[in-house]
């Protein structure tokens, strides 16, 4: 754990009272004597089998090596000149603590393994982007496709534009996650402000993690965490009837668009004073009223939503780069009488099963409910939910440079929808949609997380009403209607 997470997990601690502090160290203790330890160690040039997740992205890659779906990059803008040499030092420096970003893939006896490619030669791209088209070099260079045979998977770039500088970070997803990429440009930035003396100490690898997970095949820790998730997922064929153009689905690989929205202050603290009332997080409430909206929007009752887990729970995972997350089913059943309050009492159940068994991968649990399967939709769920924190008050220790904007570029998506919820520490929360160009339009995007906010607002005003009852048009929708008998349709 690095010094500055260190210090503000003691203040929060600190914060608490002594009661509270007590039952956390008790839950510390608990989780700790139920999580255990990765008992593995990896020797030097020693070929480990691919995680399950792994797995599927070297398939994929194998059927079009020239794909850069599976591509993962992120942009730091800044006001001010990065200086290529230290760009270059630092990255070198992270090459060389984290084996993760040195793996390269081989195939031996019709089995493919990963192995610490060793020190390799990174070089950094440098771009000039005009005013004209200034997304077009960057797009060019992280849509490049990479060879998993050759290490490193990782590409960096610097893009300049006038008095601006870009750090293009590009990855394959199969070495690294949204959580390693976060925790790289952290990393970056110290060593980068620094100038060589941030911390360097290497750390434990993803391949041990790799073949500890390769030897639960033959535990029971996968079996039991099995066990445990089937009695929640009922035998359904409710795919979820939302208005999509049926007719353009095709292999799971869609184009994607985006629109977002501020969640508006006010609302978020009516969110937070409902988290800390029923004792729950606003990730929950959140979660919950997306599946409230999706069940209205569908007409369904048995709702299926992906959520994707860091899967950091074990000591030695947390501060490794490599492919760790997880993507979880959180079924939940809306009753017509169910109120808001009723279905976060069932999601608060469904949360604990989740927590509890989170290290099965989720292809193993496809294998065993053995869904029926359709063209163009994922076999469990066609919609994800996502919730991310950001803190972006480090990059303020970049000398002459200042943080004018970050961003991640997305290639494609296996889903119809995906729901990001993005808490800032500075910015504020935000809600974004993803969604499949193919199947929906903006105006669908648009009118959802319209309604989203609505919900929640209707919602959080009097938890105990029946959702069913809840009205999804707004109030100047609604006055129109009952006015002229017009306005927007609203899917309600």
């Not at 020693?46 to 797995?55: M, N, S």
């Amino acid at each position: 754990m690095s010094q500055q997470r260190r210090t503000r997990r003691n203040r929060a601690i600190s914060s608490l009272s002594s009661e509270d502090q007590q039952r956390l160290q008790a839950r510390i203790a608990e989780a700790s004597e139920t999580t255990g330890q990765l008992t593995v160690s990896v020797a030097p040039g020693e070929q480990v089998p691919l995680t399950a997740a792994q797995q599927i992205l070297w398939y994929a890659w194998k059927m079009d090596p020239a794909d850069a779906s599976y591509n993962l990059a992120g942009a730091l803008h800044f006001d001010g000149q990065l200086q290529p040499l230290r760009v270059k030092q630092a990255f070198e420096v992270l090459l060389a603590k984290h084996s993760g970003l040195r793996i390269r893939f081989v195939e031996a006896a019709e089995q493919v393994y990963q192995i610490d490619g060793q020190y390799q030669q990174l070089d950094v791209t440098e771009l000039t982007v005009c005013d004209e088209q200034p997304d077009d070099p960057i797009r060019a260079f992280v849509e490049q496709p990479f060879d998993l045979c050759k290490a490193p998977l990782l590409r960096i770039a610097i893009a300049t534009r006038g008095t601006q500088t870009s750090l293009i970070v590009t990855m394959h997803h199969i070495i690294t996650d949204g959580t390693s990429m976060q925790q790289l440009l952290d990393e970056f930035v110290a060593l980068y402000g620094a100038q060589g003396t941030a911390d360097r100490t290497p750390v434990p690898g993803f391949l041990e993690f790799a073949k500890w997970e390769q030897q639960q095949e033959r535990s029971e820790l996968f079996a039991t965490q099995l066990a445990n998730w089937l009695p929640h997922l009922v035998e359904t064929d409710d795919t979820l009837r939302l208005p999509a153009r049926d007719h353009q689905r095709h292999d799971l690989n869609y184009q994607v668009g985006f629109e977002t929205r501020p969640v508006p202050g006010a609302l978020w603290q009516r969110i937070s004073a409902l988290a800390t009332q029923y004792q729950i997080t606003p990730y929950l409430i959140l979660l919950t009223a997306w599946q409230t909206l999706l069940a209205r929007l569908s007409g369904g009752q048995h709702i299926r939503v992906g959520v994707p887990i860091a899967n950091r729970h074990r000591s030695e995972t947390q501060n490794v780069v490599g492919y760790f997350v997880n993507t979880q089913v959180m079924p939940i059943e809306v009753d017509d009488s169910d109120s808001f309050q009723q279905l976060l009492t069932k999601n608060t159940a469904m949360s604990r099963v989740a927590q509890s068994n989170q290290d099965l991968p989720i292809d193993k649990l496809i294998e065993a409910i053995k869904p029926a399967r359709q063209r163009g939709v994922h076999p469990v769920f066609q919609v994800m939910f996502n919730y991310l924190r950001r803190d972006k008050r480090n990059f303020s220790q970049l000398e002459s440079l200042s943080l004018s904007g970050t961003q991640m570029y997305r290639f494609g998506m296996p889903f119809d929808l995906q729901l990001d919820v993005i808490e800032d520490i500075t910015d504020g929360t935000s809600l974004n949609l993803v969604f499949a160009s193919e199947l929906y339009d903006a105006d669908f995007a648009v009118q959802c997380l319209t309604q989203l906010v609505s919900l929640l607002d209707t919602c959080l005003s009097d938890p105990d009403q029946p959702v069913n009852n809840v009205s999804l048009l707004q109030s100047a929708q609604t006055q129109a209607l009952l006015d002229t008998g017009t306005g927007t349709p609203a899917f309600d």
